[in-house]
């Protein structure tokens, strides 16, 4: 508890730093952040993001091993791709609603004529995507930090974990022994959290200032609004309905991962803790845990979801460009797919924008108005993808646990 007050105090005194800096000292503030707010960040994200891979493999594989039969991790793997795809949908859908209704972009002048903007890098197929699963080589996939590939390699290292069983027992008690050391590693390196998110708001909050954030007030306002309904209306309510558990008490105990997640803006990062946190206090089993949060951090992106809506529909009404229905279907299907598609792909927000827009007729170039405060609402939609993650392993691990009591319930007549 001590830590999250030092976190929620880091955040704060990290955001006035960099306002007071961005007015006061703006001239000062380049200097200060190439020789202190970027590299405490760097070193912070570094730190968590050097655990990311091994925590991924031993989870994943102790996860699999340990759901036993492959009915069960097929019904699990089949539960989770449901949930993530379909709130996927809902947010990017009531997304395209609210921006429809609030209109964010017909207030202002936005000067598109002299508008450059340098493109983002063209993501795979989902077809691609799919046949990039299986790696070539596992360990360069490890190096890479291809996360489908790695997640794909521990499970079938998982499978035969669960058929070989005693053979292998050594082995199994290995991983085991390692994912202990790694989730200490964690602990320590929580330690070191208020230094990294000072660091990284006042960096992101000095860099942007009043100016920019004025400028597109309404936007933010709308991608703001639309992520605070989806955690309300969507995530409440089926945590509540089908796991069987609290909202409020969800956020309170879970409220310190999304602090990590929203400083660190990578659900990557942030996935150690938030496994350390749904494990320990909410109950959850290891080996749904270990699967459910891997794969949610990897393919889970309904905030990032409810900017692609609003930014689409913000976008075309700059443009002064009118969206059909069949359009706007279009754009909740494509973003759907490439919510998986553009798995483990760098800048993916932008790079799944950018396929959006193409796939409706919209200049890509009006990805340019919305690139200077995207930084600030990447940490607020990172936030709502680790909450979505650790409610889906809640409401799975109920789910199993309710068709364990049936299934003996059965077995006993």
């Not at 709130?87 to 609603?97: E, N, S, V």
């Not at 997640?151 to 027992?169: D, T």
Request: hydrophobic letters at 55%; one cysteine or more.
């Amino acid at each position: 508890m001590k830590l999250t007050k030092y976190i929620v105090l880091s955040l704060f005194l990290g955001a006035l730093t960099g306002m007071i800096l961005h007015v006061f000292f703006f001239n000062a503030f380049d200097s200060i952040n190439t020789y202190l707010f970027v590299p405490v960040g760097t070193i912070f994200l570094n730190l968590i993001k050097m655990l990311v891979v091994p925590i991924v493999f031993c989870s994943i594989a102790l996860g699999v091993a340990g759901l036993g039969d492959m009915k069960k991790l097929g019904r699990i793997g089949g539960k989770s791709l449901f949930f993530f795809l379909s709130t996927t949908a809902l947010a990017i859908t009531l997304a395209i609603i609210l921006a429809s209704i609030i209109q964010p972009g017909t207030i202002g002048n936005f000067d598109i004529s002299s508008q450059t903007f340098d493109g983002v890098s063209e993501a795979p197929s989902f077809v691609d995507t799919l046949v990039n699963i299986i790696p070539t080589n596992p360990l360069q996939a490890m190096v890479g930090g291809e996360m489908l590939q790695v997640i794909f390699f521990a499970a079938l290292v998982g499978i035969a974990l669960a058929a070989l069983k005693e053979k292998i027992q050594r082995t199994t008690h290995i991983l085991e022994e390692a994912n202990k050391i790694l989730m200490y590693l964690v602990t320590l390196i929580m330690y070191t959290a208020p230094f990294g998110t000072f660091a990284l708001l006042a960096s992101a909050i000095g860099q942007q200032g009043f100016s920019a954030m004025k400028a597109m007030a309404l936007y933010m306002i709308t991608v703001v609004l639309a992520l605070i309904l989806h955690v309300v209306l969507v995530y409440s309510s089926v945590l509540k309905v089908w796991g069987k558990r609290s909202p409020i008490w969800f956020f309170k105990n879970f409220y310190p991962a999304m602090l990590v997640a929203f400083s660190t803006a990578s659900s990557n990062a942030t996935l150690p803790f938030s496994m350390k946190t749904v494990q320990e206090k909410m109950d959850v089993s290891k080996s749904v845990s270990s699967f459910v949060q891997p794969l949610g951090a990897t393919i889970n992106m309904d905030g990032t979801a409810i900017m692609q809506g609003v930014a689409t529909v913000f976008i075309a009404q700059v443009y002064g460009i009118d969206l059909t229905i069949n359009q706007l279907v279009i754009v909740v299907l494509t973003a759907v797919l490439a919510s998986i598609g553009t798995a483990g792909v760098p800048g993916v927000g932008l790079i799944m924008l950018s396929m959006v827009l193409q796939q409706v007729g919209l200049p890509v170039e009006g990805i340019a108005l919305i690139i200077g405060i995207d930084r600030l609402l990447d940490m607020l939609r990172t936030a709502v993808n680790t909450s979505g993650d650790a409610i889906c392993a809640i409401i799975i691990d109920e789910s199993e646990k309710k068709f364990e009591v049936d299934a003996t319930a059965r077995s006993a007549m």
